[in-house]
C-alpha cells in the first residue's frame, strides 16, 4: 500500500441517495453506498464491491441521504426582525426596521448574543454552507467569522460597505469601509478552508463610485469573492439611474469598478434585470440568488428565473433573511417553484415552470457551486451531506422522488437528524 492510501480516511455511508448531477433528473439509489475518502466522494455505488468489505459502513436504513443544503443570500444582522416590517416596500422597510436593526451590531455584545442564535439556526435548518452579509461594523463581522469557524458549517462573510444615502446612525467614511474590508481580508483569507471572508457592497445606492473601485481593487488583490445586490425593486432600479445616468444600466455600474464578475461574484434578486443585463451576467459568471420569499414580501416582484437558466446564468437560492422570513432552504425551494408557476402563466406560458428536480438543484448543487465542488455526491465533491428521517411524514411506501418532494414541501428541521459538512460530523454549534 503507498503512504497516501494508509493515511487516508475512508468511511462509507449507506441510505436511500438521492442528488441531482444535473438539473434535468435525480440520482436515486435505494440502499445505496456513497464512498467517502478524506473528506469527499469517491464513488456512489448500488452493490458494495469486495475491495471496501473491511471499511466501516455508517448504515442509516431506510433513511434519504442528500446534499446538504447551500445558500446564498443571508443578513445575519436581520435575524431577529424576521417577520417584522413585511407590509412595507425595499426602501422604506431597510429606513425603518432594517437600518435601525442593523446599527445595533456597533455593540459587540449584541452581536454575540444574536449571531450564536443565528449560526445554531443556520445549522439546524440544514444549511452547510451559506453566503452571509454582517453589518458595516467590523467587531462584529469578525465574531461572525470567529462563530461560523466554530460551527464546522462553510460560510463567506463580508462586512457591509455603506459610505453614501444612509443614515448617521449607519454610515463610515470611504476610507474606513475600504480600511476595515482589507483589515479583515488580510486576517481572515488564510484562518479556515471552509470559512473566508468576501467584499461586499451592500448595493450601489449607499455605496460611492470611490468605494466601489476600491472594492474592486481589494478584491482583485486578495482574490475573494464578491457579493451584493441588483434590481430587486422598481423603486431601487430608478434610483441607481438617477444616481448614474452615465452608465447604461444597474449592471455596468457594477462591471465598470470590476465588481461583476471579475472575481466570483454573486448578486441578489435580479427581479428587474434586462436581457443585456442578463446576457451580461452569463458572459461574467456572475451567479444570481433567487430569494422568492424576499421578493413576495417586499412586493418586489418575481424573477424570470427560466430566462437566467436559458441564457446560461449561473443560479442559486437565497433565504434573504430578514427580507425573506424563513431560514430553510426547502422552504425556498417551495416558493421558487409557486413563483415560477406564476411567470409560466404570464408568460403566456413560454417560461417553463421549475420543476422538483431543479428547485431541488438549485439550493444544492447550484448554490453549492460558488463554494467549489459542493452540493452534488458526485466523485470529487465534498461530502457536504444530510440524513432524512421522514418516517413522520406520512406513508413510506411511496418512491423515493416522491419522499423527497414530500419532505421539500412539508418536512422541517425535526427530519434532519445528521449533517455534514466536508466529510465531518457537525453537531449542534456551542459557541462562546
Ligand atoms: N438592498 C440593499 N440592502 C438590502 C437588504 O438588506 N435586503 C434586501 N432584501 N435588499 C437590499
Ligand atoms: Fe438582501
Not at 469517491?42 to 442509516?60: A, T
Not at 436559458?310 to 437560492?317: D, M, P, R, T
Not at 448554490?367 to 465542488?373: A, D, L, M, R, V
Request: aromatic share 10%; net charge negative.
Amino acid at each position: 500500500m503507498s503512504d497516501s492510501s494508509t493515511n487516508s480516511q475512508t468511511t462509507i455511508y449507506k441510505g436511500n441517495i438521492i442528488f441531482t448531477p444535473t438539473s434535468k433528473e435525480f440520482n436515486i439509489l435505494k440502499n445505496g453506498y456513497i464512498v467517502v475518502e478524506n473528506g469527499r466522494v469517491k464513488e456512489v455505488l448500488s452493490i458494495l464491491p469486495d475491495k471496501y468489505k473491511n471499511q466501516n459502513v455508517i448504515d442509516y436504513g431506510n433513511k434519504l441521504i442528500i446534499p446538504g443544503f447551500s445558500d446564498l443570500h443571508f443578513h445575519a444582522p436581520q435575524y431577529a426582525n424576521r417577520g417584522l416590517g413585511m407590509d412595507k416596500e425595499l426602501l422604506p422597510w431597510l429606513n425603518q426596521y432594517t437600518f435601525p436593526e442593523e446599527a445595533k451590531y456597533a455593540d459587540p455584545n449584541y452581536a454575540k448574543k444574536i449571531y450564536k442564535r443565528v449560526v445554531k439556526e443556520i445549522w439546524k435548518q440544514g444549511t452547510t454552507r451559506i453566503v452571509v452579509f454582517s453589518s458595516l461594523h467590523k467587531e462584529s463581522t469578525k465574531i461572525l467569522l470567529d462563530y461560523f469557524i466554530q460551527s464546522g458549517l462553510g460560510a463567506y462573510v463580508g462586512k457591509v460597505g455603506m459610505d453614501r444615502n444612509s443614515p448617521d446612525f449607519l454610515i463610515e467614511t470611504t476610507e474606513l469601509s475600504l480600511s476595515d474590508t482589507e483589515e479583515i481580508l488580510k486576517e481572515y483569507g488564510n484562518k479556515s478552508n471552509i470559512v473566508k471572508p468576501i467584499v461586499t457592497p451592500r448595493f450601489v445606492p449607499t455605496c460611492t463610485p470611490e468605494s466601489l473601485g476600491g472594492f474592486g481593487e481589494l478584491a482583485a488583490k486578495y482574490n475573494v469573492p464578491i457579493q451584493s445586490h441588483i434590481s430587486e425593486n422598481l423603486g431601487e432600479v430608478e434610483w441607481v439611474k438617477e444616481l448614474h445616468p452615465e452608465f447604461e444600466d444597474y449592471a455596468s455600474v457594477y462591471n465598470n469598478f470590476k465588481c461583476f464578475g471579475q472575481v466570483p461574484t454573486v448578486m441578489a434578486h435580479c427581479v428587474h434585470n434586462t436581457d443585456k443585463e442578463i446576457d451580461l451576467m452569463a458572459k461574467n459568471g456572475v451567479y444570481a440568488a433567487h430569494c422568492p420569499n424576499a421578493n413576495y414580501n417586499l412586493a418586489s416582484g418575481i424573477m424570470p428565473v427560466r430566462k437566467f437558466l436559458n441564457k446560461g446564468v449561473n443560479v442559486g437560492l437565497g433565504t434573504d433573511v430578514g427580507a425573506g422570513h424563513k431560514v430553510s432552504i426547502p422552504n425556498v425551494m417551495v416558493a421558487a417553484m409557486q413563483a415560477s408557476k406564476i411567470k409560466w402563466l404570464e408568460s403566456d406560458k413560454k417560461l417553463d415552470w421549475l420543476t422538483t428536480e431543479e428547485a431541488f438543484y438549485l439550493g444544492t448543487k447550484g448554490s453549492g457551486s460558488f463554494f467549489g465542488n459542493v452540493g452534488s455526491f458526485e466523485e470529487g465533491y465534498e461530502f457536504d451531506a444530510l440524513v432524512i428521517d421522514d418516517s413522520s411524514l406520512g406513508d413510506l411506501n411511496i418512491t423515493l422522488r416522491e419522499r423527497l418532494q414530500r419532505y421539500i414541501y412539508i418536512g422541517d428541521d425535526r427530519n434532519i437528524i445528521e449533517r455534514y459538512v466536508a466529510g465531518k460530523k457537525i453537531e449542534e454549534p456551542q459557541l462562546d
